[in-house]
């Protein structure tokens, strides 16, 4: 049995609790059995199916029920895709007899991993390594009949203010024939603020973001997995640096083709126009594999038939 340690909310975004509820159905189909856990101040739950926007981050890690949720149900497996949790953690939960699945892509580096699902890490005899592109935990591919159209996509969990004027203002002066969608998350009517042009829309995401990938030309992001994703839909990716760790990982997608061109945070428009122009040509050829989500589940399946903690 799987417990799956992970977090969310609009602040840190979505996209671990989708990870590993894209690894949670692939393990599904294997009939291993697996749980999200979920604290409150007064007791916790494990839950098979998470909604979309509750909220699994709390600020303190509650270790004590944890435990008590890794005895009671006897969890034999803990995948962690949640930055909170470090070696200390890690110590405890193995000292439980449990084996550790790290999803997070930089802090991966103590003995108590036995596996690791990090394309940026180098393999080793311990942890075993999971680093491929084709291995990625992403959303299942999904064919859409449909062409491209010069659309730029736009899509952050916390925009800055002048982060999207600088969008708008380059495709206004330069790029009048195309158009702008901005993707966002959140309830709140945050794009309400800037100016209205017939060229440009504010959507709220409701559903899968890869129909939008499949008919844009263009995506402007912060970088990460959503690269990955619209990637296989042949989108030119521009990221706009907002932190270093993003950094880390957007220059290894710009050497595998993945990203074509990475701005920082304090990016004018005129620079903006100027990638536009340089990559509009460019033939997006890099596909990731459409099943490497399953590909993930199939080595995480043999690891554990290995080591004996699972029977076929």
Do not use: W
Not at 27 to 52: A, H, M, R, V, W
Not at 174 to 194: A, R
């Amino acid at each position: 049995m799987i417990l799956f340690l992970t977090s969310c909310n609009n602040k840190i975004g979505y996209g671990h609790l989708k990870r590993c509820h894209y690894l949670k159905r692939e393990l599904d189909k294997k009939k291993i059995k697996s749980y999200f856990f979920k604290s409150n101040k007064n007791k916790y739950t494990l839950e098979n199916n998470i909604k979309k926007n509750c909220n699994l981050n709390n600020n303190k890690i509650d270790l004590f029920k944890i435990k008590k949720a890794i005895n009671k149900k006897n969890i034999k497996i803990i995948i962690i895709d949640d930055y909170r949790y470090s070696e200390k953690h890690r110590k405890i939960f193995k000292r439980l007899g449990c084996l550790i699945i790290q999803l997070n892509y930089f802090y991966d580096t103590d003995k108590y991993i036995d596996i690791c699902i990090n394309y940026l890490k180098k393999k080793k005899n311990k942890p075993y390594v999971i680093n491929s592109l084709n291995d990625v935990i992403i959303s299942p591919y999904k064919k859409f009949n449909v062409r491209k159209r010069k659309i730029i996509l736009v899509y952050f969990y916390n925009p800055k203010r002048d982060v999207i004027n600088n969008i708008i203002n380059s495709v206004n002066l330069d790029f009048k024939n195309y158009k702008i969608y901005f993707l966002y998350n959140s309830n709140k009517n945050y794009f309400s603020k800037f100016k209205s042009f017939n060229n440009i829309k504010f959507l709220k995401l409701k559903n899968d973001i890869s129909y939008y990938f499949a008919i844009s030309e263009f995506l402007i992001s912060a970088g990460g997995l959503t690269c990955i994703e619209s990637s296989r839909y042949k989108v030119k990716n521009i990221v706009i640096n907002l932190n270093k760790k993003n950094l880390i990982n957007s220059k290894f997608l710009k050497k595998k083709k993945i990203i074509h061109y990475i701005l920082s945070k304090k990016f004018s428009y005129r620079m903006l126009s100027g990638v536009f122009k340089k990559i509009v040509k460019i033939k997006n050829e890099k596909i990731i594999s459409f099943q490497s989500t399953e590909n993930v589940a199939n080595k995480i399946f043999e690891y554990l038939k290995r080591s004996k903690l699972i029977i076929s």
